[in-house]
Nanobody, 117 residues
Framework: VQLVESGGGLVQAGESLRLSCVASGALFRVAAVGWYRQAPGHQRDLVASITSGGRTNYVDSVKARFTISRDNAKNAVHLQMDALKPEDTGVYYC????????????WGQGTQVTVSS
């Protein structure tokens, strides 16, 4: 299984970015996918996730600003990030598991998001 992220970049506070994660070699239709963020000097934390059935979950700090979605026809998951804040800065990783619960088994290489104030 391979996960490839894209869409990161440098933006100013209040602007938007859309991250994408494309999976290959996975049973994508039954997979749950999560987006993690690792800020400098911090651990990697789950930001948003989506189940195979489309149920979504968000960490409180991004609710109403971030939207996770999936396109099963393209084996892709997107993270729309609006009203970005400097504290959203970090490396964003896509993770996938081919089962409803448990640890994520596969990880992408990460994409850098930097939000300037």
């Amino acid at each position: 299984v391979q996960l490839v992220e894209s869409g990161g970049g440098l933006v100013q506070a209040g602007e938007s970015l859309r991250l994408s994660c494309v999976a290959s070699g996975a049973l994508f239709r039954v997979a749950a996918v999560g987006w993690y963020r690792q800020a400098p000097g911090h651990q990697r934390d789950l930001v948003a996730s989506i189940t195979s059935g489309g149920r979504t979950n968000y960490v409180d700090s991004v609710k109403a600003r971030f939207t996770i979605s999936r396109d099963n026809a393209k084996n892709a998951v997107h993270l729309q990030m609006d009203a970005l804040k400097p504290e959203d800065t970090g490396v964003y990783y896509c993770a996938l598991r081919e089962k409803p619960l448990g640890e994520y088994d596969y990880w992408g290489q990460g994409t850098q998001v930097t939000v300037s104030s």
